[in-house]
């Protein structure tokens, strides 16, 4: 899983198509995208940078806002680990690119999970010596839990998409 992809409740099927196009559009052919057991929300493996996937979306969306109507947001996701607080956080330490000078908030999307937000979020800021910012980051550290599974990635706030900001912004 290095995507994850918003949409309506019900309508995970258009979201699919959706993105799947995209992506061959794109040059991935042999994209998998599956619904997670939550509606509205379907994770995808794709061969290509999901971080190059966003932008790409990001200027279809400017360009012909009228093409992308099922998928909300879209995640990009760096690596992915089981849903224990250990693991977790040794995980981001693996990936951790920011600057010994870089601010940094912590952001958990949690869903379908007991895992306490607030415990895991005072176990990474505890691992990264960077001043937190809940304000005026550079970065964020995206735990997006998802069950048994949790994607992580380290980014900036326009790594990510919602496709609704995007075109509220077009039309202002």
């Not at 994770?43 to 099922?70: A, H, M």
Request: with cysteine.
């Amino acid at each position: 899983m290095n995507l994850i992809i918003t949409c309506g409740r019900h309508l995970e099927e258009e979201a699919a198509t959706e993105i799947i196009d995209i992506l061959k559009h794109l040059g991935d052919t042999n994209c998998q995208i599956t619904k997670s057991s939550l509606s509205g929300i379907l994770t995808g493996t794709t061969s290509l940078d999901p971080f190059f996937v966003v932008k790409q979306v990001r200027e279809k969306i400017i360009k012909e806002p009228w093409t992308i109507r099922y998928c909300l947001r879209i995640i990009p996701i760096q690596i992915t680990t089981i849903t224990e607080k250990k693991a977790i956080v040794d995980t981001i330490s693996k990936i951790q690119t920011m600057k010994s000078s870089d601010t940094y908030r912590i952001t958990v999307e949690k869903r379908n999970s007991n895992i306490s937000s607030k415990e895991l979020i005072s176990a990474i800021a505890e691992k990264i010596q960077n001043k937190v910012s809940l304000e005026n980051f550079e970065w964020i550290i995206l735990v997006e839990i998802i069950g048994s599974r949790t994607g992580i990635s380290i980014l900036k706030e326009n790594d990510m998409i919602s496709a609704q900001k995007i075109k509220r912004s077009l039309s202002e």
